[in-house]
């Protein structure tokens, strides 16, 4: 199980700080979320991707050179 840590813990195998991460087995993680050294980890959101129309770059002219719409 996926804990975050609300406070110092270390062992032989791993040294943690408040707010680091890391997988448990659940009989540990219950006994270190019911002590308070732990919260169950958010699961981490997928990125948000940019929806709607995609960036354009045009190759022709926009109408602000010497010949283009405008100049008249």
Do not use: Q, Y
Request: glycine share 16%.
């Amino acid at each position: 199980m996926l804990l975050k840590m609300t406070a110092g813990l270390s062992g032989p195998d791993f040294s943690l700080s408040p707010g680091d991460e890391h997988e448990f087995d659940d009989a540990e993680a219950e006994r270190l979320k019911e002590a308070g050294f732990a919260i169950d980890a958010e699961p981490k959101a997928p990125a948000k991707t940019k929806k709607g129309k995609a960036d354009v770059v045009s190759t022709e002219g926009d109408g602000s050179g010497n010949s283009g719409a405008g100049n008249g």
